[in-house]
């Protein structure tokens, strides 16, 4: 069975670092990508970026691009999203998928991590 | 403001059919497959329909989608309670290699 497993919920002040993690399992965590989405509080989804974890190749939203960065780890089958300072603005639910580029979808979803921003 | 145009909001009776539109252009849903999710209130998306027409095992056949030039469409049959949710659409842009959702259409089961 696939799943993928988020970090708990996060309160942070605002300039805090921050790593939220999406562990995979039930597949072969480096033959799919893992995307992030962002959805803040009463709004849609946004799409944040990709990664393939076989090798480390990452697309990244202009949106979001160099306000975070996206990684992962093939020997724990884990990917992340990290701020190096938060803003208040990023107070909104975070989930990470599995996408399937070729296609394109996202087939499964982690729970979602909340992350709370406020001083 | 978001790439795909959804309606904000859609209603019907239970039992009844309701049809969700997602317009795009030849970039995005011109060039490529869309897919669906259903977001009921407190959860994670759930895949709906992808390549365009297709539903993932244990969705039931009240939920088809179909697509035609640069919109797609979901379409509810037999409405139920439990339907009530928003659903975004999604696809990939070919010009900007960017993942792009609808604004999401809120769907109330009067």
């Known amino acids: 069975e696939v799943q993928l497993v988020q970090s708990g919920a996060e309160a942070k002040k605002p300039g805090e670092p921050l790593k939220i993690s999406c562990k995979g399992s039930g597949y072969i965590f480096t033959s799919y990508w893992i995307g992030w989405v962002r959805q803040m509080p009463g709004k849609g989804l946004e799409w944040m970026g990709l990664i393939y974890p076989g090798d480390s190749d990452t697309r990244y939203s ?3 691009q160099g306000h975070v960065t996206i990684s992962a780890d093939k020997s724990t089958n884990t990917a992340y999203l990290q ?3 938060l803003k208040a603005s990023d107070t909104a639910m975070y989930y990470c998928g599995r996408y399937l580029f070729a296609d ?3 087939d499964f979803w982690g729970q979602g991590t909340l992350v709370t921003v406020s001083s | 403001q978001s790439v795909l145009t959804q309606p904000p909001s859609v209603s019907a009776a239970p039992g009844q059919k309701v049809t ?3 317009s795009g252009s030849s970039s995005d849903i011109g060039s490529n497959y869309v897919s669906w999710y259903q977001q009921l209130p407190g959860t994670a998306p759930k895949l709906l329909i992808y390549d365009s027409i297709r539903r993932p095992s244990g969705i039931p056949d009240r939920f088809s989608g179909s697509k035609s030039g640069t919109s797609a469409t979901l379409d509810i049959t037999g409405l ?3 339907d009530e949710a928003h659903y975004y659409c999604e696809t990939w842009d070919s ?3 960017v993942v792009v959702f609808g604004g999401g259409t809120k769907l109330t089961v009067l």
């Open chain 2, 95 to 97: 010009s900007l290699y």
């Open chain 1, 104 to 106: 394109p979808y996202f």
């Open chain 1, 62 to 64: 202009p949106s979001f």
């Open chain 2, 80 to 82: 139920q309670a439990g």
């Open chain 2, 20 to 22: 969700i539109s997602c």
């Open chain 1, 83 to 85: 701020w190096s300072g």
